[in-house]
């Protein structure tokens, strides 16, 4: 694996889903020791940090953490060992056989005496009686309440057989004890402080790191989270450049925090000049994002009709049913109260030079600029969006100094009849996004999936906005561009689903940039997925691909390849020449009667049935 042509990401998802799965029935049925199984899994560990571009100074255990825990959730050998052996004497306590069923007393006779071997500390006869105790005992006091659910409210779970129970107690048992390993770590961890409990869970899912990121991006998440980066100061660390400093305004140490989102070069030269300076490039590629997709929000909104009265929830009385299930309102949200809603955004492109961006005065006058609102004057609300795109360590600061800033401008609003409202969305320089983002889009009324799937697009673009930040950190010349991200609805796996769909009637072959592939295969194997942008000039790379321009070269070679036909089909013009009709030469171009019964037969051969059909739907 290790010198095939492939990419990294997909050597790790090979050795992950099939080699380890290969081994999983050697290691149950065979009896390996652990010092066997920990040398191959250190093999592996090495070849998963080369292939994947972890810094060797990285703590291992984000290669094997659950991605609720910001980890890649990869599968470790030592562990998958330890599992099997469970299994394994599971079978045998409870097989058919009574000879087997005794053979696993007598193990676990000899355990419990201490004859586990020499430096163990458990055995699986042991781990399997504990781990049964354990969840004898859940299942007495019954399920914990939990969140602000209702008393006698239980949440429907997955039915696990009592072998797959177990194992995911010692999977869960695995991941408690990799959290504990984690506070020994001072630089590596610093999201152990703000992304337990305040972040959304990252998609790093395989369908997103191999059709989502590229090879380049997923190295560089997978160290920014972990901080080991090659910045100035981990350079220094490091003792490979202690000459290091950043490569904008010349600070010694700089720390990746500088580099992404502090170094003051940034804020008062390249601020300076007419155009935006990356900072602000990144802050306002998330603007534009969600004033795209807001602008299409309102306009819906706006043709609903205006509900006078919303739905209240019903109580029941004991004893009865409810006359009708709760429907909620299409128009949820602060934008069912009107039906008069116009939003306005502190972007170039949404203003002509003629004209600039400017918070209504009649709502309140007020020098400050936020970057979006939405307003409509019949029921006198107006809705204000404010975006920031700190370090991740900082999203709490800048939360409450947004909410000090703006509230007396609602209490300015409000002596006006105005009722003023905030959103602010806030994504991290590393792409997380606080779960507060989540409960503002959804108050502004975009569904629960719509309003996930658009925190998932912030958080790629901002991912891709940094990594191109950290790219340029020696380039003083950064000229911007409007970044997007590589599709409207979630990535390259998205863009992979559209072009199947475009294509779905031309079931026999599928063409890729000239490239003809074989049925099934989404893409050509020489196609890089779109990386970034450009760097320094104004270009746009990252669009993807349009499929009908796919068709429509499809289409162009299946023109082309009737007019071959039709030629070869014709009769030749030195034929024609030949045939004399009252001592005049013919024409040596071909009569329409005859162009016509060429095309016939072309139609003819083209109903033969050894050829496919060729479909194609009315777009």
Not at 68 to 88: A, S
Request: net charge positive; with cysteine.
């Amino acid at each position: 694996m290790d010198e095939s042509a492939i990419e990294g990401r997909m050597k790790a998802w090979i050795v992950n889903f099939h080699v380890c799965s290969k081994l999983a029935w050697w290691l149950m049925v065979q009896n390996f020791g652990a010092t066997t199984v920990r040398k191959w899994q250190r093999r592996i560990n090495a070849l998963y940090r080369k292939w994947l571009g972890l810094a060797q100074p990285a703590e291992p255990s984000v290669l094997f953490r659950s991605n609720e825990h910001f980890g890649l959730n990869l599968k470790d050998l030592v562990e998958m060992w330890r599992q099997t052996r469970v299994v394994k004497w599971h079978i045998m306590k409870y097989a058919k056989d009574p000879q087997t069923r005794k053979v696993y007393d007598h193990r676990l006779g000899l355990d419990q005496k201490g004859h586990i071997g020499k430096g163990n500390i458990t055995s699986p006869a042991l781990t399997i009686e504990r781990i049964e105790r354990s969840l004898d005992f859940e299942r007495i006091i019954g399920a914990g309440q939990l969140g602000r659910t209702g008393l006698g409210f239980q949440r429907v779970s997955k039915k696990l057989r009592p072998r797959e129970h177990i194992v995911a107690r010692m999977k869960q048992e695995a991941e408690e004890n990799r959290m504990v390993l984690l506070h020994d770590y001072q630089m590596q961890t610093n999201w152990l402080h703000w992304g337990l409990d305040g972040m959304m869970k990252k998609d790093l899912s395989w369908q997103a790191m191999l059709y989502q990121y590229s090879q380049r991006l997923l190295k560089f998440l997978i160290n920014a989270q972990s901080n080991t980066l090659p910045s100035p100061d981990n350079l220094r660390r490091w003792k490979l450049n202690r000459s290091a400093a950043c490569g904008l305004c010349g600070s010694e140490a700089a720390t990746l925090t500088h580099i992404l989102a502090g170094c003051p070069w940034v804020r008062h030269s390249e601020n300076k000049v007419c155009r935006e300076d990356r900072y602000t490039w990144r802050h306002n590629n998330l603007v534009a994002l969600v004033a795209g997709e807001l602008n299409d929000h309102i306009q819906r909104a706006n043709k609903l009709e205006k509900k006078s009265a919303r739905h209240l929830i019903q109580l029941v009385p004991a004893g009865t049913k409810p006359r009708h299930r709760y429907q909620p309102d299409a128009s949820c949200g602060w934008l069912g109260d009107a039906n008069d809603w116009v939003a306005d955004w502190d972007l170039p492109e949404f203003h002509s030079n003629a004209s600039s961006y400017v918070f209504p005065h009649y709502i309140c006058a007020s020098p400050l600029k936020v970057d979006g609102f939405i307003v409509s004057n019949s029921s006198k609300v107006c809705i204000i969006l404010e975006f920031t795109s700190p370090m991740e360590d900082n999203l709490d600061m800048w939360n409450t100094r947004k909410k000090v800033k703006y509230s007396e401008l609602e209490m300015e609003a409000r002596k006006n009849g105005w009722t003023i409202r905030s959103v602010f969305i806030e994504v991290g320089a590393r792409g997380w996004v606080p779960q507060r983002v989540f409960a503002g889009l959804r108050s502004l009324g975009l569904a629960a999936l719509a309003a996930r799937r658009l925190c998932k697009r912030l958080s790629y673009l901002a991912l891709k906005s940094s990594y191109i930040i950290w790219i340029n950190r020696f380039n003083k010349e950064f000229h911007p561009w409007r970044l997007k991200d590589q599709d409207q609805k979630g990535g390259d796996a998205g863009l992979a689903k559209a072009e199947k769909k475009a294509l779905d009637h031309v079931a026999e072959k599928q063409v890729v940039n000239s490239t003809f592939l074989r049925e099934g295969k989404r893409r050509a194997n020489n196609v890089s997925l779109p990386e970034d942008g450009p760097v320094s000039n104004g270009g746009l790379s990252d669009v993807p691909p349009n499929s009908y321009a796919m068709l429509k070269d499809l289409v162009h070679g299946m023109q082309k390849n009737l007019d071959e036909k039709a030629r070869s089909l014709l009769p030749q013009p030195s034929e024609l020449c030949q045939e004399i009709d009252n001592g005049d030469r013919l024409s040596e171009s071909p009569q329409p009667a005859e162009r016509d019964e060429s095309f016939d037969k072309i139609m003819k051969l083209l109903a033969k049935p050894h050829l496919p059909p060729l479909r194609f739907t009315d777009s």
